[in-house]
């Protein structure tokens, strides 16, 4: 059973940063593409970045380009999220998502996702 379990979460003020992990159970961890979401309140689940099995490509929404950076530890069985920059509209409550089909870095479709974390919530103060 793989398990996925999201840390880092926390209050924040506008302009500040928070970096996020998420640790994976399991030896196969290097075989997964990895992903970060959010969802806020009264909104569907969005995409937020992507990274490949080796952390060699990553894809972003356009609404964190250039703000988050995600990366990975293979040797930690970890994947990160890196917030900088941070806004109000940033607030949700951000889940990791393991995909073990291999399936395109530009993927961003929840449903392709295979195994989810519990979510950490960040909130962002103006």
């Known amino acids: 059973q793989v398990q996925l379990v999201e840390s880092g979460g926390g209050l924040v003020q506008a302009g500040g940063s928070l970096r996020l992990s998420c640790e994976v159970s399991g030896r196969t961890f ?3 593409t990895m992903g970060w979401f959010r969802q806020a ?3 569907e689940r969005e995409f937020v970045a992507r990274i490949s099995q080796s952390g060699g490509r990553t ?8 703000r988050f950076t995600i990366s990975r530890d293979n040797a930690k069985n970890t994947v990160y ?3 900088n920059s941070l806004k109000p509209e940033d607030t949700a409550v951000y889940y990791c998502a393991a995909d073990q089909k291999a399936l395109p870095i530009y993927t961003n479709d929840a449903r392709r996702y295979d195994y989810w974390g519990q979510g950490t919530q960040v909130t962002v103060s103006s």
């Open 30 to 32: 290097s075989t997964y």
């Open 41 to 43: 309140p009264g909104k």
């Open 59 to 66: 894809y972003y929404s356009d609404s964190v380009k250039g």
């Open 81 to 83: 999220l890196q917030m």
